[in-house]
């Protein structure tokens, strides 16, 4: 069974910073396209950044220029690197990612962008 599990929330100030891991454990010959979602409270959840296997990334309107999608396919590891937080970041980030044509998701970390 393959697992994703994302690290690297909390809490910051604004204009801050923070770094998401998300590493993929269990039977996996390789993952295709990873990427993050965030949901808020109230809102739907919404696409954040995406990157394919050969390292195209896709981005959020919202999120150009201030984050940053990698993934070390060795490790079966996405990052997000977020700068220049604003609160209306706050929300819910989820991992996901397509094993063997299934979309899986990790169970989400909290970023809180507050003064």
């Known amino acids: 069974q393959v697992q994703l599990v994302e690290s690297g929330g909390g809490l910051v100030q604004p204009g801050g910073s923070l770094r998401l891991s998300c590493a993929a454990s269990?039977?996996?010959?390789?993952?295709?396209?990873m990427g993050w979602y965030r949901q808020a409270p109230g809102k739907q959840r919404e696409l954040v950044a995406t990157?394919?296997?050969?390292?195209?990334?896709n981005y959020a309107d919202s999120v150009k220029g201030r984050f940053t999608i990698s993934r070390d396919n060795a490790k079966n590891t996405v990052y997000l690197q977020m700068n220049s937080l604003k609160p209306e970041d706050t929300a819910v980030y989820y991992c996901t990612g397509v094993v063997r044509a299934s979309q899986l998701w990790g169970q989400g970390t909290q970023v809180t962008v507050s003064s």
């Open positions: 269990g039977s996996i010959f390789s993952i295709d396209a």
């Open positions: 990157i394919t296997r050969a390292g195209w990334t």
